[in-house]
């Protein structure tokens, strides 16, 4: 609940484009529809398309190949991310996120997946803000901290570990 308070708190001052991947509460969504300052709105979920036609937001599938080519040109200052929702793909994700974005982005995780994040953003000195709940904690990583050769280097060592983790079960079965 403290963390869903302050990603409010940090939406209402956000001004500019925003882009949501995952599932949200719907007291954010709430505050993203009042913000008059946001421009721009995607959610990238599964949900299916629950935005009405006057909605600034807009539900959409895309994968995550997609997401560098489609929002490139659109000038993202904020990306809000549940990690638990791209946690399979997030070598891939990672990687091309930061090109895409110019101001923050705020990653959701639950404590099972906490540890993995901090030992990948701390391997690279990337900085970030640690905001924690009883099973939740917020990641603020500000963009002009992330070089392309810091989230190439993160790339390769999530590719690696993500081929180790597939050679691993097909060996255990």
Known sequence: MKIEKILIS???????NLLGIGEFNESIIDSIENNKNIFFCDILS????TGTDDS?????IITVE??????????INYVICNFEDIKECFHIFFKDIFKIYNDKLY???NKKSNIELDRKLNKLAIKFIK???????????????ITFLKSSIMYLENKMEFIGNIISDILNK
């Open 10 to 16: 940090e939406i209402k001052k956000a001004k500019g």
């Open 46 to 49: 599964n949900m299916g398309s």
């Open 56 to 60: 600034k937001i807009k539900n959409t």
């Open 66 to 75: 997609e997401i560098k080519k489609r929002y490139k040109r659109k000038h």
């Open 107 to 109: 990653l959701i995780v």
């Open 131 to 145: 905001k924690e709940d009883k099973d939740t904690y917020l990641y603020i990583v500000d963009s002009k901290k």
